[in-house]
């Protein structure tokens, strides 16, 4: 990246106010500009364009670099004009990897699902282990936050970060491949080579890959050659593994699947098992990851994260034995429900609360496949919750997994949700409202 003319920053989130420190740091006087598609742009020392003038500012090429955060779509026509006007379109991870890549060893995690558990895992063994490591991307910190101050970083990577990654890790792995963002990437087939792009290169490194993508056509594809493959775990390591698991924090067989791959990874970059048992023991569960709360006599677990229908399977099988009033519906992306909706009944769901756009679809599945299950449409959270509420006798577990994004979902009537934190923090909130001991 050239310091001596103007940026773009696309985004004003926490990468682009790293972004921000990093080009002052390097040219404290330079001109930065910043473009939000909404909400707030107030980064200190930018000037704002609005997207309706980003064309003209284009055209008149008023900056040579659009440092794009992750959430902006890479395929949106403004980013082609900008690359045919001669302006470089980059990323926060992109510039570290031109200042801080070299001398380091580099760990990059991707996948649908269980990437931020498997990475957070990994970090944790490396450090149980007495190396020097950071944890960044997703998790952790933005890759320009982390700098140069670990000999080794965990890169948790989305496929947003990984359509165009410029530099290659020295190990990378796979927890699973299943369609996802759609709406980004405008094509599933788009989708998967975005986030395949992580290990279809020629640099021969070396690759872990979980359960759900082991053998899946298109990631052997994209791996090229098998000898790249780091061999599968001794039996005696995956037991010792497995009990270690069982004795955490990790819930389900999905948990037990990224503890098996991140000690994969962690061996692989000189991590002892010693330090990958403490790794485990250390777990916390990551905020709205099946994160936990009983209130009353019923355990409520917030897993608003969940943006697929893989990941509520996953969900509802780490709860198995219980009886489960699921909570699920959100933002549409064109996914398909049918297995899931099959599944429910012998996952132990007794109630099943849906909610706007996708539960639409859910509940009408859901219908055909198992009539036993109550099935009640809401249109907000907190119609869901004080729907169930009148309905404590037919469930023990209440799971907030909502197979879908949160964007334009309803807490109430009128308040829409930013972000799935904020979607999990209201069903934490609304449990207290409706079945604490005030309630």
Request: hydrophobic residues 45%.
């Amino acid at each position: 990246m050239r310091f001596d003319e103007p940026v773009l920053l696309y985004g004003a989130g926490r990468e682009a106010r790293s972004t921000r420190a990093y080009i002052k740091s390097k040219a404290p006087d330079l001109q930065v500009y910043v473009t939000v598609d909404s909400g707030d742009a107030d980064i200190e020392d930018t000037t704002f364009i609005t997207p309706a003038d980003l064309t003209q500012a284009i055209e008149a090429r008023l900056f040579s670099t659009i440092v794009k955060s992750p959430g902006v779509s890479r395929y949106r026509p403004v980013f082609a004009m900008a690359r045919e006007a001669g302006i470089a379109v980059t990323s926060n991870l992109n510039l570290w990897g031109e200042e801080y890549r070299a001398g380091r060893k580099v760990i990059a995690v991707t996948g649908t699902k269980g990437k931020s558990t498997t990475a957070t895992l990994v970090h944790l063994m490396l450090t149980e282990s007495g190396l020097d490591a950071g944890l960044a991307g997703n998790v952790g910190l933005a890759p320009l936050e982390i700098a140069g101050k670990h000999q080794i970083v965990v890169f948790e990577l989305s496929s947003y970060q990984t359509a165009d990654m410029a530099f290659t890790p020295d190990i990378a792995a796979i927890t699973n491949l299943s369609p996802e963002h759609t709406d980004w990437h405008r094509t599933v087939e788009r989708y998967y080579g975005d986030k395949l792009n992580l290990i279809d290169r020629d640099a021969p490194f070396p690759v872990a890959l979980g359960v759900g993508a082991l053998g899946h056509p298109l990631v052997m594809e994209a791996l090229r050659d098998q000898k790249r493959l780091i061999p599968a775990l001794a039996p005696f390591i995956h037991d010792r593994i497995a009990s270690a698991a069982s004795r955490s924090r990790l819930k389900g067989e999905h948990n037990l699947n990224n503890a098996l791959l991140a000690a994969q990874i962690a061996l692989k970059a000189g991590a002892d098992l010693e330090g990958v048992v403490r790794g485990i023991a250390k777990f916390a569960p990551l905020p709205h990851r099946l994160e936990e709360h009983t209130v009353g006599d019923v355990i409520f677990v917030n897993d608003s994260i969940s943006t697929t229908p893989e990941a509520t399977k996953a969900a509802l099988a780490a709860y198995e034995g219980t009886r489960i009033a699921l909570i699920a519906g959100g933002h549409e992306r064109q996914q398909d429900y049918t297995e899931l909706s099959q599944l429910l009944l012998q996952r132990g769901v007794t109630v099943l609360v849906c909610l706007p756009v996708t539960g639409d679809r859910l509940a009408t599945l859901t219908y055909a496949a198992a009539p036993e299950i109550e099935v009640v449409e809401a249109g907000t959270l907190d119609d869901a919750l004080k729907a169930l509420a009148g309905r404590q006798a037919k469930f023990d577990t209440v799971i907030l997994s909502p197979g879908a994004p949160s964007y334009g979902q309803l807490e109430t009537a009128g308040k829409v949700f930013k972000n799935f934190e904020e979607r999990g923090a209201a069903f934490v909130r609304l449990a207290q409202k409706y079945f604490g001991d005030a309630a």
